[in-house]
């Protein structure tokens, strides 16, 4: 059966052959029941329910979009079967806590899982994604009411949940949010407010939404520190846990756009009868700090949205080239030379193995990262767990700046191969391309995540978390080292990664010494070799498994499977870690231009 | 008033200071009545079409897009007006021959005009620029009787043309179609055959449609060898020029594309009834040789959409960025400091300039290569033509593939400085990235003009126009090293030319001894590091007149615009190159690893 959406032997290589995740987690009492035999199978069973019914979902969803009608708002048709097969299959709280009506699966369990869906359909799996999200919120800051009223149904996908941030006037900048909150007396808010760009911000697929809403005390300081976070029902929940009235959300608007026309991206009036009623989560005035909590799950979520595409797009790609006949070899002079699948073209090879060698080097980081939370969930003790925590700050805008970046990159290759078929609509590689462009915008755009990286992630953090990472990326280094034909590739990453410490302590200096602009002009090419010597990392780490396997005598079926780890680790630490190279130079002695050209200079006035 | 579309003062500086186009152009008979004056006039009356009438049918053209509906196509309804204003003010033909009914104007100065008008909507002026491709073929290689036929109506706009080469199984490898020719009596010939993505295939915004075609007579060698060129109407044109009969070719179909939507791409039946008939445009067989010199023009006429789009896109986001109002100055610590329009952050200003520098440098290669084809046609012997058109030859893959791959990347950070807004349709910036997507692809994918670069145009060339390029190259380098504060840019760029002098002398080597894979694995990055010298080189010869201009006094107004090109040449040569040298430097001693994995390790199967 041809691979589609997600390499099967790929998945199974980082899970069990670069992560060990089996043996790792199951020491754990919480995941005693997972073991590499119950792990397979979940990812056998979401493999199966990602290619029979949600794929089939993917391009309905795409033409036929959202509609709002007399009040409504309607999801594409396809959707709503597919919705009760993942009820029904226990999908929609995979990673959340057993004890709340999820299904208590390790993060990186879930996060493989969820490369098939994400790749099968994004737009279908936000309104789980988002769910997931706002009640990872209430399980966190809510009240044992709340919890006992809201958590269960949401996690088993009966309702859904939302994260109401954006307003027209304040996007990336929550800060400058303006929807009121007013306390009433029997302890409830009273909210009003506009929010936009909400996704699944409505929709038919569950009887009720809860909205995780930002919003302003009346009387709260100004900026960050004076929002608050509250739990809003689309329809009022009774404290018997049924449904009441409508809650006064109303949904005022979708957007059009460029894609992930699937998901309902809405406009909502909040309270504009003067009815929309919330539940405080957490502390007054503390809404952004648990905010923050919520979003670096949806940033790492965002990344592995991206890298699904990607690979579903490469596979699209490299099964299209094996069919696709187009021209003689470049070696074959003659003129009756027989054309050939365009997968024999060098060119055409760059674009496939350049696709390929992103795809994995993204999924090894973002099941990495899966695996980081869970181990900071079992951690012993609080050294350890301040560590861990450390790394996965640090490579969070990784997944989700660097990965969304790549990504895109890749579903643009993929198109290519398809030449002219790649811009039709028959064809599935344009709508991958329209659907991950989001990703580089939503959950805080890629240039804030440059900015977290740099600003709070490496200088504000003293370079303690870089080191850490550093550490680990010496492990694979010296393992190299020991490999017959790796070494060279050990001391080239060795001394990126020594490279790229000097660039952060340049920026560091930079911004010490009060040029922050000067620093900040290059934070998104610090990004972009962190995410380089990164993949160069994890490529690496998969060299070295592939070469011993491969010196150890392994099953021939597997050979040219490990022996494409190896190649892909030549190609891309020799071609790609150059340009990072460079790049690393422009940090350290380029030019500022950008900040310190005159605004008129710009021109366009 | 605020520029949009492309900005006029650089317009104006690429064509009088930096190439000089009055002087050089009207010393010649043909062009005599063109001066600065006249040319500037011509730049008016573009720039006043196209924000004022073509820009505004831009939204609607992609909304609506084209609809066959009982055998007929429509285009979109705002587009029937602006064609008619086309027509008026004679914009169809503006580079065709005046004999013929064009203007006869310089190419180097319809190419500035086209800035505007292919910024403004290129989905309606692939209308012109297929009608002018098709009529250049017939200018030169149709009898007397076809041009009499023809052309007038064709460089007017009465009717238009189109390039009939794609079939489903010939794509990129044109050799491979399989429609047919059979010679009649009367010297006309029967064609039989089904061609698809025929961009302006159908529609009704003409009377009549002249279809270059391509088709294979009945005992033709098998290959490109043994295809000829026809002119085949739509409508049959009678001796006298009046219309006759339906001419069999029926449109079957219209691509549902991810842009361009208000271009007709039709898939069209030519002699499903047996009644099609054309007539045949030069020598039998030699139809390839024909259609190269309409497809040389067609490419760069892709690359100026592309860097059109982008020039849109970019003065949509600086305009954008000064208004869009979101957080506090970085170095503004203050917690109530207020928010400031995103010009002033660092990454935007990162985004916007990278747009700007590489708009105004493809600006001002796009206009090198229009003024090229005008002294070709000027030139006073052939050896100065022999080596112009060397040059020509050299550039064309670099201004289509390198400038549209640019240029997508600069809607693509057009759409990033918008943040949400720009994945929203009320917003013009997707569309910008949805509709430059095509020329990456289409007129040769940007892999086959790498092929064509390496191969042909610096391998088969024994590097002659290259090297006539790295004269031209040092004569700005020379130039800016008696510059104050530009020697270090110019002696930069010299490095950068030996050193691409290098990576071509390494990838010849390979190909001479039979290493032909490995040096197309990097046909890609050699035509990238190409265009980054091309970058240097235009954008420091800007610099270097801005720079005299500056020193000699200027307007004061002028002087902020002056800055930015000396400020833009060191943004470019200091991070860029380096960027490039790391390219290089993988050209030279990277991993093949693309071409030498077998084709199982890519997985899929």
């Known amino acids: 059966m041809a691979q589609v959406i997600a390499e099967r032997k790929d998945i199974d290589f980082v899970l069990h052959d670069q992560l060990n995740v089996a043996d790792i987690v199951t ?22 329910l990602a290619v029979k019914e949600l794929l089939p979902t993917q391009k309905e969803g795409d033409e036929a979009g959202c509609k709002l009608e007399n009040g409504k708002v309607t999801t594409p048709e396809s959707f709503k079967r597919v919705w009760e097969l993942f009820k029904e299959g226990e999908w929609i709280g995979t990673h959340m806590s057993a004890e709340w009506g999820g299904q208590g699966m ?29 009640a990872s919120l209430i399980e966190s ?14 996690n088993t996908g009966v309702w859904t949940g939302t994260m109401l941030l954006t307003e027209p006037e304040a996007g990336s900048d929550v800060g400058a949010l303006t929807t009121t909150a007013v306390k009433n007396a029997d302890g409830t808010y009273s909210i ?4 936009i760009f909400i996704s699944s911000g409505d929709h038919d697929l569950a009887d009720n939404i809860i909205h995780a809403t930002l919003a302003r005390i009346e009387g709260a300081p100004a900026g960050t520190g004076g929002i608050s976070l509250f739990a809003v029902p689309k329809i009022w929940v009774n404290d018997d846990g049924s449904l009441g009235e409508p809650n006064d959300v109303v949904c005022t608007a979708l957007e059009e756009k460029m894609g992930i026309h699937g998901n309902a991206t809405a406009a909502l009036a909040l309270g504009s009868k003067g009815k929309c009623r919330g539940y405080l989560l957490g502390e007054e005035n503390k809404g952004m700090r648990a905010m923050f909590l919520m979003m670096n799950g949806a940033r790492l979520h965002t990344g592995q949205q ?61 099941y990495y990262v899966g695996l980081l939370i869970d181990k900071i969930h079992i951690a012993k003790d609080e050294k350890e767990k301040a560590l861990l925590e450390g790394l996965l700050g640090f490579l969070t805008p990784i997944a989700k700046g660097y990965c969304t970046d790549r990504a895109y990159d890749v579903c643009n290759l993929g198109m290519q191969v398809y030449g002219g ?19 580089m915008i939503y959950e805080g755009t890629n240039g804030i995540q440059a900015l977290d990286l740099l600003g709070r992630k490496t200088v504000m953090d003293g370079g303690k978390s870089m080191m850490a990472m550093a550490a680990e990326i010496q492990k694979i280094v010296n393992r190299a080292k020991e490999i017959e034909g790796l070494k060279e590739l050990g ?28 620093a900040l002009a290059f934070s998104y090419s610090f990004m972009e070799v962190v995410g380089d010597v990164i993949m160069g990392w994890m490529l690496l780490w998969r060299a070295c498994i592939a070469a011993e396997l491969l010196a150890k ?6 050979e040219k499977y490990l022996d494409g780890q190896v190649k892909q680790a030549h190609y891309f630490i020799k071609n790609f870690l150059p340009i990072a190279n460079g790049k690393i130079e422009t940090i350290m002695n380029g030019s500022v231009a950008a900040v310190e050209m005159d605004d008129d200079s710009f021109g366009g006035k």
Chains 1, 2 share one sequence.
Do not use: W
């Open 27 to 48: 020491k754990h009492d919480e995941f005693a029941e997972y073991n590499r035999k119950t792990i397979d199978m979940i990812i056998n069973e979401a493999r199966n």
């Open 106 to 134: 390790p993060h990186v369990v879930a996060t493989a899982a969820g490369d098939y869906f994400s790749g099968a359909n994004f737009a279908f799996m936000m309104y789980i994604g988002l769910t997931n999200g706002a």
């Open 141 to 154: 800051f809510g009240t044992e009411k709340l919890k006992k009223l809201f958590l269960k149904n949401m």
């Open 192 to 195: 009003t407010g506009n929010k």
């Open 306 to 366: 991206a890298v699904a595409c990607a690979s579903t797009s490469y596979l699209n790609a490299i099964n299209y080239a094996r069919e696709r006949v187009q021209f003689r070899r470049a070696d074959a002079f003659e003129k009756d030379a027989p054309a050939v699948p365009i997968i024999q073209h060098p060119d055409v090879r760059r674009m496939l193995l350049t696709s390929k060698t992103y795809v994995e080097g993204m999924r090894s980081l973002l």
């Open 421 to 439: 078929y790649g811009f039709i609509k028959e064809y599935p590689q344009e709508q991958l391309v329209r659907d991950t462009r989001i990703t």
């Open 491 to 518: 001391e080239k990453l060795e001394a990126a990664v020594k490279k790229l410490g000097d660039a952060a302590m340049s920026l560091g200096k930079s911004m010490m010494e009060g040029k922050i602009f000067n």
């Open 553 to 558: 005598g392994t099953r021939k079926k597997d």
